[in-house]
């Protein structure tokens, strides 16, 4: 099946920095969304992005499918900007929500 | 909009007993998911519904695990007998349709003792 690769796997910002996460993926998709996983365990929905940029606030993210990548900006972090980050993607000729999650990763935003 | 609706939050059983988890999707949403997340581990597909029947249950455990989703709407999603190793949350999601994105609920977190 197809394989999502997330770096870093741990981030530790100071309040104001920008990061950026990479996600990159082993195949074609149709699909691939970023999401928040706050701490209290739920799925935020950032971005649906399969191709092309999008700017959402102080969040964007960019999408090369030609070379299997996304890249998720976050500028001026927040305190609430904690959590983990998942890339998932979904492989040519499925659903849209059958998705494969990589691994995340872990940011911390100090105060 | 009101989101996907999972009940109950928190689940604490012992090992070989069962469980049901509730999902009710976003209105007018014909395709659920169920995933299992593990602790430190991304979440992982286990079954898909578009309206009332099942289009993929291949990485389901169907020894143990069973969904149904009768009249197209809401979900539950049972574990009998449970192990040790299915303490994780399970997450609803729900999607207009299958070439749609996904909006995923709060997750049930069930720990097996």
């Known amino acids: 099946g197809i394989q999502v690769e997330q770096s870093p796997p741990d981030l530790i910002l100071q309040e104001g920095a920008n990061s950026t996460l990479r996600c990159n993926f082993s195949?074609?998709?149709?699909?691939l969304q970023w999401f928040h996983q706050n701490p209290w365990g739920q799925l935020i929905n950032l971005f649906y992005?399969?191709?092309g940029t999008k700017q959402n606030g102080r969040l964007s993210a960019t999408t090369v499918a030609t070379e299997r990548y996304s890249l998720l900006y976050i500028s001026s972090s927040q305190t609430t900007d904690s959590g983990v980050y998942f890339c998932?993607?979904?492989?040519?000729?499925?659903?849209?929500?059958?998705?494969?999650f990589g691994q995340g990763t872990i940011l911390t935003v100090h105060p | 909009e009101a989101g996907v609706a999972q009940s109950p939050r928190y689940k604490i059983i012992e090992k070989r007993q069962s469980v049901a988890f509730w999902c009710n999707p976003i209105?007018?949403?014909?395709?659920l998911y169920w995933y299992q997340q593990i602790l430190g581990q991304g979440p992982k597909l286990l079954i898909q519904?578009?309206?009332?029947?099942?289009?993929?249950d291949s990485q389901l455990p169907k020894d143990r695990f069973s969904a149904e989703r009768l009249k197209g709407v809401d979900s539950t999603l049972k574990i009998q007998p449970a192990k040790l190793e299915d303490s994780a949350v399970y997450l609803c999601?729900?999607?207009?349709?299958?070439?749609?994105?996904?909006?995923f609920g709060q997750g049930t977190r069930l720990t097996v003792v």
């Open positions: 999601a729900s999607s207009v349709g299958q070439v749609e994105e996904a909006f």
């Open positions: 195949d074609s998709v149709n699909n």
């Open positions: 992005i399969p191709s």
């Open positions: 998932a993607v979904g492989p040519l000729g499925t659903s849209y929500g059958k998705l494969t």
């Open positions: 209105s007018g949403h014909a395709t």
């Open positions: 519904f578009q309206n009332n029947g099942v289009v993929d």
